[in-house]
């Protein structure tokens, strides 16, 4: 019987829950495809050797020709990783390559003494000796005999996505780089933010995808963020092969219809070197784009994080960066109602953050719209998505399962009634041989009390008495049924 209570409340649960409409969960995962997670943390990097150059003219009368270069050498996209916005990016993007002093030697000469010399990177010669030898002697390295006393410093400049757009941008030094143009570079602010809450900040992943064609993302800026510059994306795939820190991890279009290195380094020529590869499970940063030309591939995250790592910079994620999230996450399941109270909380964090603002838009047009998830479940009557008879059933059945079980129960735990032993009877003096026959009086079932036979000894004149084997009542002399109980009698 319990098996069966047992088997019938089972079923009736299955009908409740197959009944009961799917309601969602209150914490989702991100949708494939995001990159709005890490798009308010990219920015644009540009990077300018300035020049202080003197020329010592000693050939006539002497004199000191000062000037002054500007010489930019690197745009690139850089990616900010905690909430005082330390950036990370390529050191092709902060520190340049080329002797920038040499340039500038040609370039003062060439303007002074009116010669045709290459404006390049390259030591020439004049035919004329004497300018040649001053030309020679202004060159680096700086001797005791130098003709020119040249300055070099890099100015560093951040545009961050932010509305208005910063025309200026915010001033950076590079404080970590690696040995080659591809590796990572490591960039802090000039005037570090104080007090607030600080930036948006891009998540980093623990590891590259392994499998061949995973699905990514490359997010990057071709010019100043603005109005008319938007941060540009494209969808690339991982191939194969690569070797960490050297060529990275290469692209390739599974369905091969797109050249993606191809594709990749032209948008990496054109501003997109350093760019975040995000990943498509996640939306955290996989890597970063490097390479250019016709051939582009990604240095991979753990390459990025053991360059910060070096530089004491730690990657860490900040209270814009939560309530941007979890403002995110329903916004990708289409609940706008939701998602738009968390898009105002990110703006009054930070006022100035593009994507949350154009999300609270979308949000707010949405909301309470076919489209709207949260309205659709608030407005929908219970009686049109789920009939009525499913709950009526469960619900007997239940009432009856359990009803049984409390009787079944009751009847193992009720206590037994206590029998009533016959009362012994008073003493008749010594058995003689006149005495009327003994009555035997047996029982019909077994009982822990009396079960063996009884014998009653009667007076000489007097009827048998006889009492009932089941509940042990005294019978009368015609009795054939047990008037108590209603056992029959045995004789």
């Known amino acids: 019987m319990a098996r069966i209570t047992a088997l019938a409340g089972g079923v009736a649960a299955l009908l409740v829950l197959l ?47 000062e000037r002054s270069y500007d010489i930019p050498f690197a745009s ?10 330390d950036v990370v990016t390529l050191r092709r993007n902060a520190v340049n390559p080329d002797d920038v ?15 045709k010399i290459p404006l390049d990177y390259e030591k020439h010669t004049l035919k004329d000796d004497q300018l040649n030898h001053h030309l020679q002697e202004c060159y680096p390295p700086k001797t005791s005999t130098a003709t020119c006393i040249i300055d070099v410093t890099t100015d560093i400049t951040v545009f961050p996505n932010v509305s208005p757009a910063s ?35 891009a998540p980093l992943a623990d590891k590259v995808p392994e499998q061949e064609g995973s699905p990514t993302n490359v997010a990057g800026f071709l010019g100043r963020p603005g109005p008319k510059v938007q941060e540009t994306v494209q969808i690339a795939h991982l191939s194969k092969g690569g070797q960490a820190g050297a060529t990275g991890r290469p692209f390739a279009d599974p369905e091969k219809k797109v050249d993606e290195p191809v594709k990749l380094g032209a948008l990496a020529d054109q501003g997109l070197a350093g760019a975040p590869v995000i990943g498509d499970k996640d939306g955290h940063v996989i890597g970063m784009l490097i390479g250019g030309g016709k051939e582009a591939t990604m240095l991979g995250v753990r390459e990025i994080t053991a360059t910060l790592a070096a530089a004491k910079v730690a990657p860490r994620r900040g209270a814009i960066d939560t309530a ?31 994507v949350a603002a154009n999300l609270l838009k979308t ?74 026959q003994t009555v035997v009086v047996r029982r019909s079932q077994p009982f822990q009390v009396a079960a063996q036979q009884q014998q009653v000894m009667t007076a000489p004149d007097s009827p048998p008495v006889k009492y009932c084997t089941s509940c042990g009542m005294r019978l009368g002399p015609a009795h054939r049924f047990c008037g108590y109980c209603g056992h029959p009698i045995e004789t």
């Open 76 to 85: 690139g996209t850089g990616t900010v990783v905690n909430p005082e916005g």
């Open 167 to 201: 025309e200026t941008g915010l001033k950076y030094k590079c404080i970590k780089a690696g040995k080659t143009p591809d590796t990572p570079a490591v960039l802090i602010p000039l005037t570090p933010a104080s007090g607030g809450v600080g930036v948006p900040t």
């Open 324 to 354: 941007f999230e979890a403002a995110l996450t329903r916004y990708h399941t289409k609940y706008y109602t939701e998602a738009a109270p968390g898009f105002q909380r990110v703006l009054e964090l930070y006022p100035g953050n593009v």
């Open 363 to 436: 949000s707010l047009a949405k909301r309470g719209g076919p489209e709207d998830q949260g309205t659709k479940q608030v407005a929908a009557p219970p009686s049109r998505s789920t009939p009525l008879w499913p709950f009526l059933l469960a619900a007997g059945v239940l009432f009856l399962a359990a009803g049984g079980g409390a009787y079944l129960l009751w009847r193992r735990r009720a206590p037994e009634k206590p029998i009533e032993l016959p009362q012994p009877l008073p003493a008749a003096g010594p058995f003689d041989e006149g005495a009327s």
């Open 19 to 65: 009944a009961i409409p799917s309601i969602p969960a209150a914490a989702h995962n991100h949708p494939s495809g995001i990159t709005d997670l890490v798009t308010p943390a990219v920015v644009r990097v540009e990077a300018v050797s300035h020049v202080e150059i003197t020329l010592l003219d000693h050939i006539g009368e002497l004199k000191h020709v």
């Open 101 to 115: 002093a040499v340039y500038a030697a040609n370039k003062i000469f060439a303007e002074h003494h009116k010669v």
